[in-house]
Every structure is written in C-alpha cells, then in structure tokens.
Nanobody, 120 residues
C-alpha cells in the first residue's frame, strides 16, 4: 500500500498564489503523479499530471496559471497555483500510479485531500 499525503491548502484572495505539496510513502518505478479537485456539488476532475521523466498535462482551465513539478528522489510532487480564481475553490487530491497510459486517469493511490478556498 502506498500512502499519499497532501499539504499546503488554505484560504487565498482572488489573484493570489498557493503551492500544494504531496509526498508518497513509496512508489513503483517510473510512476506518474497527478492532482485532481472536487468542488461542492461537482464530480472530481483532473487538474494536472506529471510522468517520471517530467512530461506534463493540464486541464484547459488551469493552463498558464498552474505548474506541476516533482522531485523524484523525494517521492514528492508540487502544484504551484497562480492567479487563483473563485472557481478554483475545491478539495484538491494528490494521486499516484505506475507509469504509462493516460495521465488524466487510472490512479491507484489517493491522498485525503486539502481544501483550497479562493475568496472574491
């Protein structure tokens, strides 16, 4: 079993920035890591994903504002969120899976989530 723990959530004003961190207890070789979010009353959606080698993918609504990065030696992934909007308010989840396949799905191990609230 892989334990995934997010940190860095909180309250921020519109236009502000936050950085989320996620640490995995252990990983398979060449694993992917991703961020998802779920707003009240909505389904969970893919936000960003990153491969072992640094390939990235983003949902359209965050392109140009969010940046995903990782430190493989530390089993850690980050999500730098800039120019935040009220519609970014959600619980953000980190997830990991063995590498390969699509970056926006198929994740096996999930964190508990961290709340991001963007005030207008």
């Amino acid at each position: 079993q892989v334990r995934v723990v997010e940190s860095g959530g909180g309250l921020v004003q519109t236009g502000g920035s936050l950085r989320l961190s996620c640490a995995a207890s252990r990983t398979a070789s060449y694993y992917d890591m991703g961020w998802f979010r779920q707003a009240p009353g909505k389904e969970r959606e893919f936000v960003a994903g990153i491969t072992w080698s640094g390939g990235t993918e983003y949902t359209d609504s965050v392109k140009g504002r969010f940046v995903i990065s990782r430190v493989n030696a530390e089993n850690t992934v980050y999500l730098q969120m800039n120019s935040l909007k009220p519609e970014d308010t959600a619980v953000y989840y980190c997830a990991t899976k063995p590498g390969g396949g699509i970056l926006y799905g198929g994740y096996l191990y999930w964190g508990q989530g961290t709340q991001i609230t963007v005030s207008s």
